[in-house]
């Protein structure tokens, strides 16, 4: 608005005003009409206040039934021992962070998954962020006199698709059974999509006198070492032998998976595969 039209706002308001007061003054009713206004506003204020406050209460009262509502168990003997189940996995499936991701036969790797990858010397890949604590591991294992080889790393969908053809052509030569070549191939190698080693976090690490990926590897001196060291850098066996029905993975002495130093101690403590840990079996 113009400093003008402001002005002539102004004026207009002012005249209408002096017109009320004139209109009181030759009336003789300025004064009660003063004190029935001021009475009238002061009751809407009471009544705007106090809906306002009823308000304010209703819906206090409203969110804290909701807060209640849902923090009270459902005690039907029937559904509760299942929903408490149902809700510590939801739970324990919201507090993942990248190192804790769950992956397995019926966790597929999260959609448009792409870890930020730092390449090592013979070509492999790990996810950045737990390069450092895989290059100390590696650099005590060979301080210690062993001779540790990462022998498979990082795998993009192609790659992983490519190995598991191979695995089911394989099964064929054999002589397995077609209809059960694809189950009996998974036991070996993860479905495409169903891998670890797509985030990035897993490694297969090998004796460099012995590189064959069999159970073999269990008595080797790097695998000896790793066993008892490396959850002190954050990593673990991740498919022991008595834990195969669990990860729905077969024994593997030689893939280690990332899941950072904390859950690596509590699980290489109690003897947990990542599965028991997280809650989810």
């Given amino acids: 608005m113009s400093y003008r039209k402001q002005q002539g706002y102004y004026r207009t308001c002012r005249g209408r005003c002096g017109q009320r007061r004139r209109r009181f ?62 809700s510590h996995q939801l739970k324990n499936a919201q507090e993942q962070v990248w190192n804790l991701v769950l992956v397995n036969p019926w966790n597929p790797v999260p959609e448009n998954y792409e870890p930020e990858l730092t390449y090592l010397r013979n070509g492999q890949a790990v996810d950045s962020r737990c390069y450092p604590e895989l290059q100390q591991m590696m650099d005590d294992c060979r301080a210690a006199g062993f001779d540790p080889l990462i022998c498979a790393s990082y795998r993009t969908m192609e790659k992983q698709e490519a190995l598991f053809e191979d695995k089911e052509a394989r099964l064929i030569r054999e002589g397995c059974p077609e209809n059960e070549v694809e189950a009996e191939a998974a036991k070996v190698v993860a479905y495409p999509g169903t891998s670890e080693h797509q985030l990035g976090l897993a490694l297969d690490i090998v004796d460099v006198s012995c590189q064959q990926l069999d159970t073999e590897q269990e008595n080797t001196p790097v695998q000896q070492w790793l066993l008892k060291n490396s959850w002190k850098y954050g990593f673990v066996l991740r498919y022991p032998a008595d834990k195969s029905d669990i990860t729905g993975i077969i024994y593997e002495p030689w893939h280690y998976r990332y899941v950072g130093k904390e859950a690596a101690a509590e699980m290489y403590e109690n003897k947990l595969c990542l599965e028991e840990y997280l809650g989810i079996n």
Wanted: hydrophobic share 40%.
């Fill in 25 to 86: 003054r030759r009336t003789g009713v300025r004064l009660p009409a003063v004190i029935i206004g001021t009475v009238l506003i002061l009751i809407l204020c009471g009544r705007v206040i106090l809906a306002g406050g009823i308000g304010e209460i209703t819906g206090q009262a409203a969110e804290s039934q909701a807060v209640e509502t849902a923090a009270s168990p459902d005690t039907s003997s029937g559904h509760q021992d299942s929903r408490a189940s149902r």
